[in-house]
């Protein structure tokens, strides 16, 4: 079966970047989508199709894929970007990955 | 706008049934799949099962895989769950999740708040 590894925890400065890996074999093939998740809310689209952002998502959000590695990058971290990160890929069927805490410092 | 509204969680023991609703408005099972997403309480999510929109087999998790039926009822803009012989496992808010294709391949843009379902004795 397939499998997406995500760090459970990463912190960032205010003003600083963070960056929220999701591996998986030979992930660089497939679609990453990448979700955020605050305390009792649903989860929110941030990212889809590897490095599309939807309509209302800031720039400050940007995603990328390669060989075995997806990434999500939180530009110039803000208190409000504190949350639970999921990405997810289809393998015949849909897969989440573990999740990533994002703490802002 | 796009709304999706879960209902029909509650309590159940353990091997007992239950039905998940969904009801969708502001776009059509033409256009977009629906997909029930399942998160246990202080854990992350897992994906549960799609209905395919292309008149194949639906889709499901293996977790849920002979227990769990999906079904829609276009008429009445509504996605369903079947939940039988429940586990303590089963535990967790069900959320119904619009597809941004009407595929099963999709990301996920726009979520439900949620039904949870307790399978306790």
């Known amino acids: 079966s397939y499998d997406l590894t995500q760090p459970l925890s990463v912190s960032v400065a205010l003003g600083q970047t963070a960056r929220i890996t999701c591996g998986g074999d030979k992930i660089g093939i497939k679609n990453v989508h990448w979700y955020q998740q605050k305390p009792g809310q649903a989860p929110l689209l941030v990212i889809y199709r590897n490095n599309n952002r939807p309509s209302g998502i800031p720039e400050r959000f940007s995603g990328s894929n390669s060989g075995n590695t997806a990434t999500l990058t939180i530009s110039r971290a803000q208190v409000g970007d504190e949350a639970d990160y999921y990405c997810?890929?289809?393998?015949?069927?849909?897969?989440f990955g573990g999740g990533t805490k994002v703490t802002v410092l | 706008e796009v709304q999706l509204v879960e209902s029909g969680g509650g309590v159940v023991r353990p091997g007992g049934s239950l039905r998940l609703s969904c009801t969708v408005s502001?776009?059509?099972?033409?256009?977009?799949?629906v997909n029930w997403v399942r998160q246990a309480p202080g854990k992350g999510l897992e994906w549960v099962s799609g209905f395919n929109w292309n008149d194949g087999p639906n889709a499901y998790a293996d977790s849920v895989k002979g227990r769990f039926t999906i079904s829609r009822d276009k008429a009445r803009n509504a996605l369903y769950l079947q939940m039988n012989s429940l586990r303590d496992e089963d535990t967790a808010f069900y959320y119904c999740?619009?597809?941004?294709?009407?595929?099963?391949?999709?990301?996920?843009?726009?979520w439900g708040q949620g039904t949870l379902v307790t399978v306790s004795s």
């Open positions: 997810q890929v289809w393998d015949s069927r849909t897969l």
């Open positions: 999740a619009r597809a941004g294709l009407a595929s099963l391949d999709s990301w996920f843009d726009s």
């Open positions: 502001g776009f059509t099972f033409d256009d977009n799949g």
